[in-house]
């Protein structure tokens, strides 16, 4: 059985989710210009640095420039994303953990109003505590710090 080629209708989601269980990934694959395809593998080897590469390309296959406003395109299991989004490797990165989990939750069947927003924002500060703690590089974990400290600040439940 193949990954379809998208995930929208209810057969297509369960086909994914079969797959997935099953230990399905994805080789990820990045369209865009050069410099966009350099600076997402540079956040991409960010989060290899923090171990969470399976879990990213368990739940996203491709990661595509666009111009408008960056998003998780659910049923081409994409991550549509600006040049903008991906100036700060270290939030691009946690940004991308959290649209993985958002697709996560979206092949799960947890809908994104009830509680999938939260746990993708806590995801997204998880990755950010480990790639603080995994990374060598002091610029990396100054930036981590730094995002982190935002996110404490938020009023978050």
Known sequence: MNFPERVYTVEEVQQARELIEKGYKHSVTI???TDFK???EEILNLVKTAD???FFRT????IVEIEGLTQLRES???IWASKYTIADPVDAASL??????QMKD???GKLYYEMAEIGAIKKRI???????????????KKSCEELLKRWAETTFP
């Open 52 to 54: 969470y590469y399976d």
């Open 76 to 78: 081409e299991v994409a």
């Open 106 to 108: 979206y092949v799960d």
């Open 59 to 62: 739940y996203i296959k491709k």
């Open 126 to 140: 998880e990755f950010l505590e480990t790639l603080k703690e995994k990374s060598n590089n002091h610029a990396v």
């Open 31 to 33: 369209e865009g210009k």
């Open 38 to 40: 350099q600076k997402v």
């Open 96 to 101: 991308f953990i959290q649209k993985a989990q």
